[in-house]
């Protein structure tokens, strides 16, 4: 059972908009950053967002994310083929949980 | 160019002990906060620990999951990153992966491709 909590599966076709929501509580997501990781089959996890809607550097800007309380969301917007992967939110945790806590993750099919 | 390199995992017996190892290159190494992530075969991703700079007295913190079995320690001078484990249990079965930590909170920008951990009889 993870301390942040995603839907396990997630789905939309070629260009569509597409959002993957996490949530907390107020000893993570309500009082720290959120981060998201995308990971493609077989590979490491990447950073995708950070301190809740900063994308690095060669992250496309059709990754967005967002905070609000103790929840976070991840848009994907014209969503490409390439986009299918497990997305994992983060976060800081101040309680006896942490301090570092994960999603469950979200399994992305592009239909 | 940032590359962490995970080596040492493989095929251990439970209550045994194996030590993994994560060599960093292209940047400044004793810098950064050095973090241990693992992943069980078909689930999510767990922290497991982190090991703070120099200038944070490369103080050390533990997933309440295998705090007081793994050791997390570092040498700054090889640019290593190490997980002792011992005590191991199957359910530590997993890829275990090095990423770089940027400050106190869950921002890992670069991670190592992994390196797999068995335990079993």
């Known amino acids: 059972q993870s301390v942040l909590t995603q839907p396990p599966s997630a789905s939309g076709t070629p260009g569509q908009r597409v959002t993957i929501s996490c949530s907390g509580s107020s000893s993570n997501i309500g009082s720290n950053y959120v981060y998201w990781y995308q990971q493609l089959p077989g590979t490491a996890p990447k950073l995708l967002i950070y301190?809740?809607?900063q994308r690095p550097s060669g992250v496309p800007d059709r990754f967005s994310g967002s905070k609000s309380g103790t929840s976070a969301s991840l848009a994907i917007s014209g969503l490409r083929s390439e986009d299918e992967a497990d997305y994992y939110c983060?976060?800081?945790?101040?309680?006896?949980?942490?301090?570092?806590?994960f999603g469950g993750g979200t399994k992305l099919t592009v239909l | 160019e940032v590359q962490l390199v995970e080596s040492g995992g493989g095929l251990v017996q439970p209550g045994g002990s194996l030590r993994l190892s994560c060599a960093a290159s292209g940047f400044t190494f004793s810098d950064h906060y050095m973090d241990w992530v693992r992943q069980a075969p078909g689930k999510g991703l767990e922290w497991v620990g982190r090991t703070r700079n120099k200038a944070n007295s490369y103080t050390t913190e533990y997933a309440a999951s295998v705090k007081g079995r793994f050791t997390i320690s570092r040498d700054d001078s090889k640019n290593s990153l190490y997980l002792q484990m011992n005590s191991l249990k199957t359910e530590d079965t997993a890829v275990y992966y090095c990423?770089?930590?940027?400050?106190?909170?869950?921002?890992?920008?670069?991670w190592g491709q992994g390196t797999l951990v068995t335990v079993s009889s």
């Open positions: 990423a770089r930590s940027r400050g106190s909170y869950p921002h890992f920008d670069y």
């Open positions: 983060a976060a800081w945790d101040d309680s006896l949980s942490g301090p570092v806590v």
């Open positions: 301190r809740n809607n």
